[in-house]
């Protein structure tokens, strides 16, 4: 059982930064893709980025626009999501997911991950 726990969330001001993190537990990074997914009010989850240790892979939601960098620290077990000129837009609830790497789905599909977290929410308002 792969256990998700996401934190550094808050409130920033637009055009500033924020780092959020998932930690994982019950697995390591090596064997679970993991991806952050957000949530805003009204609005579906969407996917925000991805990351697989054992392919090296990384990609992201068209909306990122090269200002969110997501990377993995093995000996910590924890993926973290580095955003940057942050806008209105982005706030949300931002959830990290987990699933066993399969090759051919696609990373966005929230119904491919079968562990979640309970999610950390960001605003973004001045």
């Known amino acids: 059982q792969v256990q998700l726990v996401e934190s550094g969330g808050g409130l920033v001001q637009p055009g500033g930064s924020l780092s959020i993190s998932c930690a994982a537990s019950?697995?390591?990074?090596?064997?679970?893709?993991i991806a952050w997914f957000r949530q805003a009010p009204g609005k579906e989850r969407e996917g925000v980025a991805f990351?697989?240790?054992?392919?090296?892979?990384?990609y992201y939601g068209h909306f990122v626009q090269g200002r969110f960098t997501i990377s993995g620290d093995n000996a910590r077990n924890t993926v973290v999501l580095q955003m940057s000129s942050l806008n209105a837009e982005d706030t949300a609830v931002y959830y990290c997911?987990?699933?066993?790497?399969?090759?051919?789905?696609?990373?966005?599909?929230?119904?491919?991950?079968?562990?979640w977290g309970q999610g950390t929410q960001v605003t973004v308002s001045s």
């Open positions: 019950g697995s390591t990074l090596h064997e679970v893709d």
């Open positions: 990351f697989s240790s054992s392919s090296g892979r990384t």
């Open positions: 997911a987990a699933r066993i790497p399969t090759y051919g789905r696609s990373w966005y599909l929230r119904d491919t991950y079968s562990y």
